[in-house]
């Protein structure tokens, strides 16, 4: 089969890392599905990993791509939830497993005509969405889930920050937010992500660092040093920030004056559980939300789509659409 292989890792040049090649189909293990692979998401995970952050070298070569949708032997169309983890060594969280890992980690990714994954890991496909659509949903949109709802404990008539509203996380955070009934302030440098943030449900659209029209109960925070001040200072007393990325640096001054005083709290978000995952698509579904897609490419012009993720200026997600 025709797969994108993580074949060398490079900080200042990723992509010569990432090769298009033929390999062996996968091997069904007892427990695990073959999937017939329809789309696959490009995300941020998929260039760190060419660069060296966060992925051991011991992993390469490896299939890249966390995000799948596609159709299993017996024709089911189906999501991949991306965490493979064992709830009982999280404590019932599997993302508390200290031994989790996501597609492309450790196993084989979806970049690829087929993958295999656990039986646990494989849902239905919400019926309204197209496959390039569906595979925008299990890493970003569960990413958001949680931290929206279960770290976050969003309720109706909150108030709500995302910071950063061109990423694949805020904007699924923004839409997921808006449907549940909360007040969605956006932040971004771009007037073009400003604007999406606008289309997707937001109340106000702001350029990074402008004062917003009231504090909030909740900050999305993703991008890190650049935004921290600022997600700070517009909580409200016993607000809540929750972080699950910092793509612009991990150590800001962490103002803990501020975080005393108003009895701010900070709490950390990573991945999603499979009832979350679950949780997320019965939402979408039942709000027929749709995820905002930038550009589609074939798998043999994935070199594109990963260009693209590294420029920058995206708004929405870019799919890769397997032949």
Known sequence: MRAAVAVSQNANDPLAGLVL???????????????????????????????CVGHDPKNIPIILGCDVAGVTEDGREVIIHPVIADADAGEGDETLDPNRALLSEQHDGGFAQYIVVPERCVLDKPASLSFEEAACLPVAWSTAYRML???????????????????????????????AGATVYATSRSEANRDLALELGAAGAFNTGDRLPERVDLVIETVGEATWAHSLRCLKLGGAIVIAGATSGTSPEADLGRIFYQQLRVIGSTGSTRDETAAMVDFVERHQLRPVIDRV??????????????????SGKVVIAIP
Do not use: C
């Not at 033929?22 to 060419?50: C, F, Q």
């Not at 770290?151 to 937010?177: D, N, P």
């Not at 490419?297 to 995206?314: K, T, V």
């Open 21 to 51: 090649k033929d390999v062996p189909e996968p091997v069904v293990e007892p427990g695990w599905v073959k999937v017939r692979v329809k789309a696959s998401s490009v995300n941020m995970h998929d260039v760190w990993t060419l660069r």
């Open 297 to 314: 490419y074939p798998l043999d012009e994935i070199h594109l789509g990963f260009q693209a993720m590294i420029d920058g200026g995206l």
């Open 149 to 179: 709802f279960t770290q976050g404990q969003l309720r109706e008539g909150h108030k709500v920050l995302v910071q950063g509203a061109g990423g694949g996380v805020a904007s699924a955070a923004i839409t997921l937010a808006n449907a």
